[in-house]
């Protein structure tokens, strides 16, 4: 587990939950039974000797990755069932704080402070009654029906916490993916990548000491920035039109002795024909012209096959570049593989239609770590947050109905594409809109104003699912006041 930074709140000795042990609940009725047994007066004690049926034990429901699935599906069974005390509800995640990942982009541009959009998972799990637990999940036993967390140390490898256990009734795997360097040398060494928070501010940290180093060149030097992007997907075509709108905004701030035209570049470099490839071809189309017409050199059909330190190797062409980004595909974290659960090749954990893996009814898995099939396409569910806020849903009502004891079936997951949409920086957004969502049949390209209206609108529902809709509300406008008074662009 990657050190964390920020100290945690060192779970107790004492608190058996933390320490992963099972916790000996306090039982009234089991005290009651006692007192009846001793009691002087017969009738009482006649109950007593009655065979008793086994008080039912609150059903621990543990989620595991509390990311754009995975928090939704902590908060909304915390305030069904956590709250009527139907379910013991405990989310665990490797870190303290959730950030919705298709951020990233914008952490790593500088165009947004990490911290301003992040959520504690300690403060989340008491409005919303369910019990959060820092750790990084390592292992399962499938037998015992305990989840296993790996030691915690801080950035100085003091050990806070050593390995532990979480039982559970039902488990929830959501965990999400790191990119896939599909085995390309040099990848690991030289390129950074934006799975995580702290990968994004390191970025962000790297590009701003390379703009800082080209204002104070000598007057002599030409060298400019150039950045090259692996992999025209959403997140490279994002990143390439957020990097292009920062460094005219740095200008602005005083980085006078840069010309974006004349000193920055940025290459975006994909392996398939054209951008997006998961995007209806008018879409990748409209990208590639607009990424085109801000000056970025998009290179299509490209196929990297080594890194270094001084850019892409592509069969005998070498691209020189100072700073790399990987976002060419994604898998599951290495750690799903070795579950003794179903996995693909990109070490998804392969789950039925009802999101259960395929091996264990008891454990269900969601997100971008899951392979759920997809009929319409014959193909799996796309890892997006839009699916995995879907599928939050459905598990909310699968889980509740299970605790209830109601449904002698889980229903089954029916995935909507309600479109695809990427945001071109401050520029401009492409996209469609699917006929589900419009109630007309076929689907409605959009770009412009509408496009990143409607790509914002997933993120205000994702935070509708975690605050609901008036604290959703006066969210919005916080941020909308607090970000005029506010330098557009992190700068340190
Ligand atoms: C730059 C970028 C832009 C994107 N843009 C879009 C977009 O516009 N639209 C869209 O729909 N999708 C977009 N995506 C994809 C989207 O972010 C993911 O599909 C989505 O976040 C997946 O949700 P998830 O819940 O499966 O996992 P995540 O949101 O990745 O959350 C996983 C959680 O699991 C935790 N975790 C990981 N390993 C462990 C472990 N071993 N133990 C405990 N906890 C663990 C992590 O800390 C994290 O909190 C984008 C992605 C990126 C990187």
Not at 252 to 277: H, K, N, S, T, W
Request: charged content about 25%; glycine content about 8%.
């Amino acid at each position: 587990m990657e050190p964390i930074t920020d100290t945690p709140q060192a779970p107790s000795d004492t608190d058996p939950a933390a320490s992963g042990e099972p916790s000996a609940p306090v039982n009234p009725k089991a005290d009651a039974d006692v007192v009846r047994a001793f009691s002087r007066d017969p009738e009482k004690r006649r109950e007593a000797e009655q065979p008793q049926a086994a008080p039912a034990a609150v059903p621990r429901i543990v989620v595991v990755g509390g990311g754009a699935g995975g928090l939704e599906l902590a908060t909304r069974l915390g305030n069904t069932l956590g709250k009527k005390g139907r379910a013991e509800v405990t989310l665990i995640d490797a870190r303290l704080t959730h950030l919705w990942k298709p951020l990233l982009h914008e952490v790593a541009a500088g165009t947004l402070d990490s911290h301003d959009d992040d959520i504690q998972f300690l403060a989340q799990a008491r409005h919303h009654r369910f019990t959060f637990r820092l750790g990084a999940m390592e292992g399962l036993d499938r037998k015992r029906k305990v989840v296993q967390l790996a030691r915690i140390t801080d950035a100085s490898g003091a050990v806070l916490s050593e390995r532990r256990e979480v039982p559970y009734d039902t488990l929830v795997i959501a965990v999400g993916s790191v990119s896939n360097d599909f085995g390309v040398p040099g990848v690991q060494e030289h390129c950074h990548f934006l799975d995580t928070r702290e990968q994004a501010d390191r970025f962000q940290k790297t590009l701003l000491n390379s703009y800082l180093k080209t204002q104070h060149r000598e007057a002599r030097q030409t060298d400019g920035i150039t950045v090259a992007i692996v992999g025209g997907g959403a997140t490279g075509v994002e990143l390439a039109a957020e990097l292009h709108h920062v460094a005219r905004r740095l200008v602005a701030y005083g980085f006078d002795r840069i010309d974006p035209d004349r000193d920055v570049r940025l290459v975006l470099v994909e392996a398939a024909p054209r951008l997006l490839p998961a995007a209806p071809e008018r879409i990748s189309r409209l990208a590639e012209r607009e990424l085109t017409r801000l000056g970025v050199v998009v290179q299509t059909g490209v196929q990297v096959s080594r890194v270094s330190a001084h850019g892409l190797e592509t069969g005998d062409v070498c691209i020189p570049a100072d700073l790399l980004v990987w976002a060419a595909g994604i898998r599951a974290p290495a750690f799903t593989q070795r579950l003794d659960l179903e996995t693909n090749r990109a070490g998804q954990l392969v789950v039925k239609d009802t999101l259960q893996t395929t091996h264990d009814p008891d454990i269900y898995a969601l997100g971008d770590c899951a392979a759920c099939p997809f009929p319409a396409t014959g193909r799996n569910v796309p890892p997006t947050a839009q699916a995995a806020h879907q599928q939050a849903a459905l598990l909310v009502r699968n889980l509740s109905a299970r605790v209830a004891g109601g449904a002698d079936r889980d229903a089954a997951f029916r995935y909507r594409d309600h479109g695809f949409m990427v945001s071109l920086s401050g520029y401009t957004a492409v996209g469609n809109l699917m006929g589900n969502l419009m109630r007309m049949s076929g689907a409605v390209m959009i770009e412009g104003w509408l496009a990143r209206f409607t790509y914002r609108l997933l993120y205000r529902k994702h935070q509708m699912a975690l605050f609901g809709p008036a604290r959703t509300a006066l969210m919005v406008l916080s941020d909308w006041i607090s970000r005029r008074g506010r330098a557009r662009l992190k700068l340190h």
